[in-house]
């Protein structure tokens, strides 16, 4: 586990949501820290208990976590979505004047928290800033929950592609004439196209979108820089994926494809954590003694299935070991509170119970 | 007390904390209708499928039989939109070309709102008997998790905000007044008998209440509370049930200030997927009163 930080700047933590990310992600900070690194671990909207934990209030700033005796440092900082994207609106437009109109449209509250990606793009956008400001040895990214781990690679290309292709510059080279974009394409093909769109949204839409894109214009080129510069940044070899995953067969098998994906795609996974794979008690042995029948049954019905699970576990194993680590972690029996709590959970992945390669 | 939930509404949105089993709970609600003999589409949203692995079958949008009377669908807002623009323009040629076209393509992948309301036009498009004909009892959506399920409804809100004329804003009233009509819409929030979950039930039954309507069930999934409670034990299998019996205990008292849950489902210690959707089948009742004729 330990050589995770080594020659390692980003580290980033995928997975579905629910798997106790946010906490393995704080955690992973922990122990960079206690290694002597300058760290900064970024959250989006964490709990109460473990923001509290962190000492992040409510708003953008980073700041160090109260409370800590660690050889380095350890910094935790929140990630508003809309609020970074108005940022980013307000560094990238060239006067005042366009970042009112583009705040000021009417569609762009939608586009702020609907588009698919936004989360993910700001998320990239905040990292790729604390990563080039030069001031921590390490930043760690809790991805934003997503359905499947793999819906955050994709992100990027997603808002990339919106901008890249022909829609913005057609936007551009038609409104610049004047008056209505829509009625002035030259293509008849387009304009056929054009009316199915019209017949399903109507004038109203089609103009507020058009203004829309019109006034995104100036923004095209920061836009295509950032998300070029988040790309490779995602894919640099200083870059290191945590994938963190529940257990179950679904999960599990989600967990092998995103494996390839990010193996096809450049990036580099290096662990698996299986987040609550067992409780504690599993490894124990049989007790002698029980209270009663009704918890007698629980345990052999419990013993049986964690058993079942991790003959599925040993056949992933099997498969992957050679190439990345896969570490299952317990259960955590005491509510965890305070940095105290992922200092435990830091333990825990320091030295798990079970097998490691 | 009988451990079951009744459905009242034709439309079921399952929602809830990622993790917390709301797939699970959609596919035995839909299993149970469609055994009382409904005629019963369960709807996964998005593009990699969950059901495809747990029945081992593969889906698209057009709906597979698993069982008698009991349909599977995976719908994308690409492939809701796809169908919508294919009955709209008639000519599948023309709808083809719409698709093909570069720009609507960087449009439809990007457009604020317009895959949220592909989907939830269609998810709604049975019981306002506009767009494609979706011929079904009761419609039961393995939807998503809280934070994105909240976006996916509001969507419609926001766009008839924004655009109050023409097509984009009649429909997206539309689809509003039927998302907030307790006959036609119900939600079921699944939850575990843990902290977060159980705090992040409260608030989406909250919002869900204020902008969308009441009919409300929610479902507490994994509960421990039938084992026995003991008061000092040095097994350290007891000690920790104990431990998480208490947790549990404390979290239903917390969700029971807020709302009463409509079902406890117990901790099946089971990883077979057709018996796991059979156990959870069993805590759902039959519809209320049919759906819709």
């Known amino acids: ?357 | 007390m009988e451990n079951k939930v009744k459905v009242s509404a034709p439309l079921v949105f399952v929602t809830g904390k990622g993790g917390v089993g709301k797939s699970l709970w959609a596919a035995g609600l839909a299993t149970q209708l469609a055994r009382s003999g409904k005629k019963v589409l369960l709807v996964e949203f998005g593009e990699t499928s969950f059901y495809g692995f747990f029945y081992g079958k593969s889906f698209g949008m057009d709906p597979v039989a698993i069982e008698n009377n009991l349909h599977l669908s995976i719908w994308s807002g690409a492939t809701c939109l796809r169908d919508y623009i294919g009955h709209l323009v008639k000519i599948d040629r023309l709808a083809d070309l719409f698709f093909e076209n570069k720009v609507m393509k960087a449009l439809i992948r990007g457009a604020p709102a317009l895959k949220e309301l592909a989907i939830l036009g269609k998810a709604t498009s049975g019981v306002r008997n506009y767009g494609p004909e979706l011929d079904f009892d009761h419609v039961i959506f393995d939807s998503y998790a809280t934070g994105h399920f909240l976006a996916l409804l509001r969507a419609p809100v926001g766009m008839y905000e924004a655009i109050k004329f023409g097509p984009m804003g009649d429909q997206s009233k539309a689809i509003v007044k039927t998302m907030s009509d307790p006959r036609l819409t119900e939600y079921h929030v699944v939850s575990l008998l843990e902290e977060l979950p159980v705090s992040e039930t409260i608030e989406l039954c909250d919002a869900l209440k204020s902008e969308f309507n009441d009919n409300i069930k929610v479902v507490v999934n994994k509960s421990l509370r039938a084992l026995p409670t003991i008061e000092t034990s040095s097994n350290v299998f007891e000690s920790s049930i104990q431990r998480n019996l208490s947790r549990q205990n404390h979290a239903w008292e917390h969700l029971l200030k807020h709302y009463e849950p409509a079902v406890e489902v117990p901790y099946y210690f089971e990883s077979e997927p057709q018996k796991l959707v059979d156990h959870m089948a069993q805590h759902s009742g039959d519809a209320i009163h049919g759906g819709p004729s």
Request: glycine content about 6%; proline content about 3%; hydrophobic content about 35%.
């Open chain 1, 1 to 357: 586990m330990k050589d995770l930080f080594q020659n390692t700047e980003v580290i980033v933590c995928t997975g579905s949501g629910g798997v106790g990310k946010t906490t393995l992600s704080a955690s992973l900070g922990v122990l960079a820290a206690r290694e002597g690194k300058k760290v900064l671990v970024l959250t989006i909207d964490p709990a109460k208990r473990l923001a509290t934990a962190l000492g992040i209030t409510s708003s953008n700033t980073v700041v160090r976590v109260p409370g800590q005796d660690f050889k380095g440092e350890l910094f935790a900082g929140r990630i508003d979505s809309v609020e970074i994207f108005s940022q980013f609106i307000r560094n990238s437009a060239p006067s005042s004047d366009v970042v009112e109109k583009i705040l000021g449209n009417r569609l762009y509250e939608q586009l702020s928290t609907t588009l698919s990606g936004s989360q993910e793009f700001t998320s990239l956008v905040k990292l790729y800033e604390e990563k080039n400001s030069g001031n921590y040895d390490l930043v760690i990214l809790d991805t934003p929950p997503t359905q499947h781990a793999i819906d955050f690679l994709h992100s990027p290309e997603k808002i990339y592609a919106l901008f890249q292709s022909s829609i913005t510059k057609w936007f551009i080279n038609n409104a610049e004439v004047g008056k209505s974009v829509w009625s002035r394409l030259i293509h008849k093909g387009t304009q056929t196209v054009l009316s199915v769109f019209h017949k399903v949204t109507g004038s109203d839409f089609m103009d507020e979108l058009s203004n829309f894109f019109f006034s995104l214009k100036d923004l095209q080129d920061n836009i295509t820089q950032t998300c070029k510069g988040t790309q490779e940044l995602l894919k640099e070899s200083t870059t290191r994926f945590v994938l963190v995953t529940s257990f179950d067969r679904a999960k599990i098998q989600e967990a092998t494809s995103f494996y390839s994906e990010l193996v096809g795609g450049g990036y580099q996974l290096h662990t698996t954590l299986i987040n609550r794979a067992f409780p504690a008690w599993y490894l124990k042995p049989r007790p002698d003694h029980f209270s009663s029948e009704a918890l007698e049954k629980s345990y052999e019905e419990q013993m049986k299935y964690y058993s079942a699970r991790s003959q599925v576990f040993d056949q992933y194993q099997k498969d992957f070991s050679d190439r990345l680590n896969v570490v299952m972690l317990p259960e955590v029996e005491d509510e965890l509170a305070g940095l105290e709590g992922l200092v435990t959970v830091a333990n825990l992945i320091e030295s798990p119970t079970s097998s490691q390669s």
